[in-house]
T-cell receptor, first 117, second 112 residues
Framework: AQSVTQLGSHVSVSEGALVLLRCNYS??????LFWYVQYPNQGLQLLLK??????LVKGINGFEAEFKKSETSFHLTKPSAHMSDAAEYFC???????????????FGKGTKLSVIP | DADVTQTPRNRITKTGKRIMLECSQT?????MYWYRQDPGLGLRLIYY???????NKGEISDGYSVSRQAQAKFSLSLESAIPNQTALYFC???????????FGSGTRLTVV
């Protein structure tokens, strides 16, 4: 079984400040990890993903995340927040095909990011 | 045209009515999914399908049914809508696990 915990349903940062959105996961097999962003009245858009290889992954819009197996974490960061980053962010865990929990993603409950001018 | 198209975008229906939400994709993916999103609960899986003959229940399938009419089309039905089914519904597709999903824009359903 897989699960995802996102710490903090709401996060507020000032424009130009560091963005840190936390995600911890549980998986019985080596996980695939994803961050999605949802802007108001839109669907979910893939920000970045980790499957194998380099544990620091870079995504769109200046975001990056680091897979830390020992901490079972995949936190999302951005050095300097922009007003356009205000959205809801979802962390998700999947598994390699044929592995336990494969074929579908399990999502966290989401973190709504507000950016204060 | 969008890769994953959901219709309608918005729908208001009455309690007890049968309603169908439609999803079509041009990605050529075999795997299709229906999720519902509720504030504070994230996305929860309703049904998923790996091909026309392979339909599987997700964690919250009660009160819902699906039909995979073709590789490109996957419909979700509410047999007898209830207010508790008011939510935002997303269709998604995937080719393989490492790709993640491509999402549609969602259908906002209100049951009154």
């Amino acid at each position: 079984a897989q699960s995802v915990t996102q710490l903090g349903s709401h996060v507020s940062v000032s424009e130009g400040a560091l963005v840190l959105l936390r995600c911890n996961y549980s998986s019985s097999v080596p996980p695939y990890l994803f961050w999605y962003v949802q802007y108001p009245n839109q669907g979910l858009q893939l920000l970045l993903k980790y499957t194998t290889g380099a544990t620091l992954v870079k995504g769109i819009n200046g975001f990056e995340a680091e897979f830390k197996k020992s901490e079972t974490s995949f936190h999302l960061t951005k050095p300097s927040a922009h007003m356009s980053d205000a959205a809801e962010y979802f962390c998700a865990v999947g598994a390699p095909d044929s592995g336990a929990g494969s074929y579908q993603l399990t999502f966290g409950k989401g973190t709504k990011l507000s950016v204060i001018p | 045209d969008a890769d994953v198209t959901q219709t309608p975008r918005n729908r208001i229906t009455k309690t007890g009515k049968r309603i169908m939400l439609e999803c079509s994709q041009t990605k050529g993916h075999d795997r299709m999914y229906w999720y519902r999103q509720d504030p504070g609960l994230g996305l929860r899986l309703i049904y998923y399908s790996f091909d026309v003959k392979d339909i599987n229940k997700g964690e919250i399938s009660d009160g819902y049914s699906v039909s995979r009419q073709a590789q490109a089309k996957f419909s979700l039905s509410l047999e007898s809508a209830i207010p508790n089914q008011t939510a935002l519904y997303f269709c998604a597709t995937s080719e393989k696990g490492s790709d993640g999903y491509t999402f549609g824009s969602g259908t906002r359903l209100t049951v009154v």
